[in-house]
Every structure is written in C-alpha cells, then in structure tokens.
C-alpha cells in the first residue's frame, strides 16, 4: 500500500520558519517527481514547487522561491520543503504529491496533508 505522510506543520508566528516532511512508503520516491501544494479555505489548490529525480527544482512564482526550498533525500524515501519568514497568508494545509510525468500533469499518489496556520 502506498502512502505519502506529510508532518510539520502547527500553529506559528509571522517571520518563522517550518520544515515540512513528506514521507513515501510503498515505493521507492528516487523514481518520481515530488511535489508540494497548499490549499487555503475556500481557495483552489496551489502549487508550490517540485523537485525531479534529478534534482532539478521548480517554483510556482519568485516569491515562494525566495522563501521556500525543496529538497527530497532519496535515502530515507522523504521530501521536504523549508518554509522561511512565514506570513499570514501561508495559512494552508499542504501536501505532497508525486508523479512520473515528466510534464507534471497527472500525479500518481498525494498525502492528506497537514495544516499551517501563521498568525500575525
């Protein structure tokens, strides 16, 4: 049985950092692209960034890049995802995702996700 566990996230302050983990059980992660969502209440879910098998590493737009970075360590079948001077309105819950298309369009299997909540 394939899972994705996401763990992490809590309740924090404005300016404070979190990291995410997205653990794979049931596959081996090193073959697929992993992902990261977030859906705020009442909003379309939005993607994040992802990072391929080889590393390579893409973001939604240059202000998430700036404050968050994925990394995945194949070893440990896990992904992550930093999250720096967190602001209110990266209140989501946030999920992984993986997939083997290389266009990233369909994906395989996803988490349930966990909530972050930033006050101010």
């Known amino acids: 049985q394939v899972q994705l566990v996401e763990s992490g996230g809590g309740l924090v302050q404005a300016g404070d950092s979190l990291r995410l983990s997205c653990a794979a059980s049931?596959?081996?992660?090193?073959?697929?692209?992993v992902a990261w969502f977030r859906q705020a209440p009442g909003q379309d879910r939005e993607f994040i960034a992802a990072i391929n098998t080889g590393g390579n590493r893409a973001y939604n737009d240059d202000s998430l890049r700036g404050r968050f970075a994925v990394s995945r360590d194949d070893a440990k079948n896990t992904a992550y995802l930093q999250m720096n001077n967190l602001k209110p309105e990266d209140t989501a819950v946030y999920l992984c995702?993986?997939?083997?298309?290389?266009?990233?369009?369909?994906?395989?299997?996803w988490g349930r996700g966990t909530q972050v909540t930033v006050s101010s």
């Open positions: 049931g596959i081996a992660l090193y073959r697929y692209t």
């Open positions: 995702a993986v997939t083997d298309d290389p266009d990233l369009v369909g994906y395989d299997y």
